[in-house]
């Protein structure tokens, strides 16, 4: 999520797995804040623009073959879409 993002905590997100949705979410079923994880993952490494944390994820977790095409929503706004090679 880019640091300017409005609302860090109304924020909807899904992935689609071929274009069929596999996974939805909300940043509001998050068990720690933001700031917390951000915090705590700081004492041990230095975060960088570009930077990913995983936080776990919703149900929808599966196998991917080659060839699949995953692409990633931030409130329906196409974020990211890959190919698996």
């Known amino acids: ?3 300017d993002y409005d609302n860090l905590y109304g924020a909807s ?3 689609n797995l071929n274009n069929e949705t596999v996974q939805r979410g909300h940043t509001s079923d998050l068990i720690f804040p933001f700031e917390q994880l951000i ?3 700081s ?3 230095t ?3 570009g930077d990913l944390i995983f ?3 919703p149900k929808g977790v599966g196998p991917v073959l080659p060839y699949d095409v995953l692409t990633g929503y931030l409130n329906h ?4 879409e890959v190919e698996v090679r």
Not at 77 to 80: A, C
Request: glycine residues 4%; without cysteine.
């Open 1 to 3: 999520v880019p640091v």
């Open 13 to 15: 997100f899904s992935l």
């Open 39 to 41: 915090a705590y993952i």
């Open 43 to 45: 004492q041990y490494f």
């Open 47 to 49: 975060l960088q623009i």
């Open 55 to 57: 936080t776990g994820t």
């Open 77 to 80: 706004e196409k974020m990211f």
